[in-house]
Structure formats: C-alpha cells, structure tokens
C-alpha cells in the first residue's frame, strides 16, 4: 500500500470517527433536551392540579359559607316573626278594647297616586275625629294604618301606606298636641283590600287611612 492510499485510508477513518462522534452528541443533547421538557411538562401538570384542587376547595367553602348564611337568614326571619307576634300580642292587651275606628276614605282625604300628602277635605275629616275623641273624654290609645290600592311594587305600597299613616299622625300631633307615645303608625300596603283594584273607584276606596281606637 502506498502513501497516497495510507493517507486516504487514515483520513476516512477519521472522518467516519468524527461522524459517529457528532450523532452520538446529538443523540445525547437531544436526550437531555426531552428530559428538561418532560420536567418542565410535569410541573405544569402538577401546578394546574393543584390550582384547580384550590379552585374546588375555594367554591366548596363558598357553598359551605353560603348554606350557613341562607341557614342563619331563615333562623333569624323566623326568630323575628315569633317576636313581631308576641310584641302584638302585648301591645293589644296594653291596649285595652276597642272602642271604635275612623276610616279617612279617599273621598275624604283624596289621596292622589303614590302620595301622602293631607288636603284640606282629609284635615277637616280628622278635625271632626278629633271632636269624637273629645266627646268620649277617655284616656285611649290610636293605632293608625295606612292603606293603598294595587298599584305598584309590594315594597312601595308599603312604604306609601306608612307615610300616609304618619301625616296623620304628624297633623294630630301638631295640631291637637296628642301625645306620640298614644300612637302608632302600621303600613298594610295592598294587602287589605275593602274593593276590587280593577276599577278606578275600586282602587279609590282602597287608598285610605283607618284609624283604631283603644281605650
């Protein structure tokens, strides 16, 4: 063998060397590639899991926490009811009996839509309840209760009701100086009809102002 095939021969050993050399590094750094993302994969999997653990954890004291809260809520309205009652009950035997009551009809008073406002025909007709008062000459007590027709919300009747009761209330007071502690305000809304609220006049009568006499 010459030099020339000797020195051809060592140069493809050498090259076929480094051949194998270099896919044996790929291989190995292609490796430790894929077991840095399986890791970082892995993580990922594990982090996620755990955030949704604590995601379901998080809404299952929410419901936890909301059953206590609707829980509680009946207890107290239910508590609050048993006292409303037995507070009425006591009123009515501090009360005494009933004497009599006045209604302020809407004729009367002309209570306008979604108003409390006193006219001077509902001042004159508590002026003549007054003199009433003054002819039993008794020592009483006045349960004042404002009424509305159908119109409207639950809540607004309601709250319309208590003001009309509280004009009165208020012009009784200022004006014949009966003393507050000998009356109370009570707001029924629509709930006690005395007509239907179909018709215009229905819903007239409805609108009104009675007051109770106790001795």
């Not at 007709?125 to 003199?131: I, R, S, T, Y």
């Not at 009483?140 to 709250?159: C, R």
């Amino acid at each position: 063998m010459d030099k020339n095939k000797i020195t051809l021969f060592a140069g493809a050993v050498l090259l076929i060397w480094m051949i194998a050399g270099t896919g044996c590094a790929t291989k190995g750094y292609v490796r430790d590639e894929m077991a840095a993302m399986d890791e970082k994969v892995a993580g990922v999997e594990t982090s996620v899991e755990e955030n949704q653990k604590r995601i379901k954890e998080h809404d299952v004291r929410l419901a936890s926490l909301g059953s206590l809260i609707t829980e509680n809520k009946s207890e107290l309205d239910a508590h609050k009811v048993e006292t409303d009652n037995k507070l009425t009950e006591v009123k009515k035997m501090a009360r005494g009996k009933l004497i009599f009551q006045e209604t302020l009809r809407n004729e009367e008073a002309k209570f306008a839509f979604d108003s409390a406002e006193l006219t001077d025909e509902a001042k004159t007709a508590l002026d003549g309840f007054v003199q009433m008062l003054i002819a039993e000459d008794k020592g009483v007590y006045l349960e004042i209760q404002g009424h509305t027709d159908s119109t409207g919300s639950d809540s607004v009747n309601l709250a319309v009701g208590k003001k009309r009761a509280e004009a009165v209330m208020e012009y009784l007071h200022k004006q014949y100086r009966i003393p507050l502690h000998r009356m109370e305000v009570i707001s029924y809304g629509s709930s006690q009809p005395v007509a239907e609220n179909t018709s215009r006049d229905g819903r007239a009568q409805n609108r009104r102002v009675v007051i109770l006499v106790y001795e």
